[in-house]
């Protein structure tokens, strides 16, 4: 029924007014106390969004991203419209298959001549295997060990995205299982009972800022719903020009224009590691208890004004 009503809400028909819907929504959703003056206000300011000459009609192949998707946010809050018809108008393209392997799609193939570039085109592979080969390939080290041989404790996961199955096991092993990767244990932890993770925003060349999520370390590989917290900082506070070069080099490498990297680093070592590349990147973030109105605006407006210079 989900399915359904979904495939009728974005069709052809009334996709049109489901944008208008949550453009609305969304950017209400923003203003901090609600009245009549702060609704109006809200109302005139998306409008004008609206009205903009220069509004924007993205195309999303073969699949459209749902409101609850960090792209779809940006887009939202810039007053664009998606669209997922190849056969109607569109500005720019971006390929979106939340998927980890995705094949060529003739359709996308047959639209390169009508584009400038098809974002994350060639973003085909964001298994784990493949994440460590291309990190190594640039960084000259990686995660992935041998547990055959190895003599300490690993974390073991699929190699597939979304599986959230990893564990920590001691190594070494007897056997390897298939579909499973083997990392080393990146010690992320900064206090007693708190391990860091850092998510990485990429357009293209540009990293406009880094988030940090904090979680219990019984809860280290959970997702958004085991968050302590998550803060805000800039590039400059957390990684060096050379770290960042490195980043954006591997996220050339990896094709991936748009899209978020899980980023840790070792206390032990010092050293970064991307340990999660992320093409359809969700975004429970700006929705959470952690961030007040006015940092989640601060937030939109970086997105926002990377992804335009991404458009260009």
Known sequence: MRKLLKKIIYSRYLLPFANLYFIYSFNLSLVDKLSVSTLMSSLLSTTKKIS????????FYPDLPSPKYRISQIIFFLGYSMINNPKQKFDFIIKWEDNTFSEKHPILSSLVSQTSSIININCVDISKSYVDQIFRSIFGYGVEIDPLNYDQQCVVKSNLNHKKNAEIISCPISQKSPNLVYNKLINNRIEENMVLDIRVPIFKNSIPLLILYKRSIENRFGGFGNLVSAEIFSVEELLSEEEVRKILLFSEKIGLEYGELDLLRDEDD????????????YSNMLFGKFLNIDQRIIILEKLANSFQKLLI
């Open 270 to 281: 010092k050293k970064v590691y991307i340990v999660d590349v992320n093409n359809t990147p």
């Open 52 to 59: 903009n000459q220069k509004r924007k009609i993205i195309l």
